[in-house]
């Protein structure tokens, strides 16, 4: 089989290689799956440049998350049938075109759900949900505020707290963004550096501002903290800039303001496999509804990985894709 593989840590485009290696059999209690897509993620750039908090033995191969079919099954696995769709095992890389895993440890993915949703359903959807259900209370009328909106997470959230009854405010880098996070339901698009947050009173209404949602850091985090009402929390859950998260004392202190911190992948082994199903359940519900759609901007085949992985360093609004042929 194919497989987009790395022998050392470094920037993707200096250290990836598209190799042929051994198609995996499954052993009693496993199954072998087939890739149908997969997803490119900033999370993927941090195990290739080996930054990220959980990395791989080398050689290694790329990517985290993708959807599959099963295409075999081992010696005494019940209750799943050759051609069920499931996510691909990705704990020993994405970016290939078969993997085998134990059968209870899989996560099936119902009818219904559209095969490039289900290719990036399994970060940064969750990650979207448990952001607005597991950090604060909110409740619908609530206001939130969240940077780098037009990411994969932000456009998670701007549907999903829609559906929730719970108002947004996105911060973006370029004009051109605002008019599409708007249609997908986002109450209001601000740029940053524009000195947003003298606005936040009129665009709320007076409504406290409860919870501030943070990937980027520097600037725009304290922007962040300064839009957030008393007792407001700001939670952290990615860097795609690399600035650094800055401690605004007098906001701290007279504020009463929290900085707490988010990983989906640390939430899911305390959680257990029960309460991620639980909550892929509800990701699921909405993909099937329509309540929730995430933005695709281009299909790429494994052997033109290079350029796909160009494509997503360019400014855009949607997710690329990765696909064995």
């Not at 078969?98 to 969750?126: D, H, I, M, R």
């Not at 989906?264 to 329509?290: P, T």
Request: aromatic letters at 8%; charged letters at 20%; glycine letters at 12%.
């Amino acid at each position: 089989m194919f497989a987009i593989r790395h022998h050392a840590f470094g920037k993707p485009n200096e250290v990836l290689t598209l190799e042929e290696i051994d198609k995996p059999e499954p052993q009693a209690g496993c199954v072998r799956v087939r890739l149908l897509a997969a997803t490119i993620n900033p999370s993927d750039y941090g195990m290739i440049g080996g930054s990220y908090g959980r990395l791989r033995e080398l050689p290694a191969i790329a990517g985290r998350e993708g959807v599959g079919v099963i295409d075999a099954l081992g010696h005494g696995v019940t209750g799943l049938e050759v051609g069920q769709w499931v996510r691909f095992p990705g704990d020993e890389g994405a970016w290939c075109e078969y993997a085998c895993t134990p059968a209870n440890e899989l996560l099936t993915v119902p009818k219904g759900v559209p095969v490039e949703q289900a290719a990036l359903s399994f970060v940064n959807p969750p990650t979207a949900f448990c952001l607005l259900t597991k950090i604060v209370q909110l409740k619908p009328g609530d206001w939130i505020v969240q940077n780098a909106a037009n990411s994969a997470v932000g456009v998670a959230v701007i549907q999903l707290a829609k559906s929730m009854g719970i108002h947004t405010i996105n911060c973006v880098r370029r004009e051109e963004l605002i008019e599409p996070l708007r249609e997908m339901g986002a109450d209001h698009v601000v740029v940053e550096g524009s000195d947003w947050t003298r606005g936040c009173d009129a665009m709320t209404n007076g409504s406290p501002i409860r919870l501030a949602l943070n990937s980027i850091g520097g600037d725009s985090a304290i922007d962040q903290i300064k839009a957030l009402g008393n007792g407001g929390t700001q939670v952290t859950f990615g860097g795609m800039t690399g600035d650094k998260v800055r401690f605004p004392t007098r906001f701290l202190i007279f504020n009463d303001v929290r900085l707490v911190g988010f990983w989906w992948d640390r939430w899911s082994r305390e959680n257990g496999l029960d309460a991620v199903r639980s909550v892929m359940n509800q990701v699921y519900r909405h993909m099937a509804e329509g309540s929730l759609k995430i933005p695709i901007a281009g299909n790429y085949a494994f052997a033109n990985f290079a350029e796909a992985l160009a494509h997503d360093k360019q400014p855009r609004l949607g997710k690329i894709l990765l696909h064995p042929a």
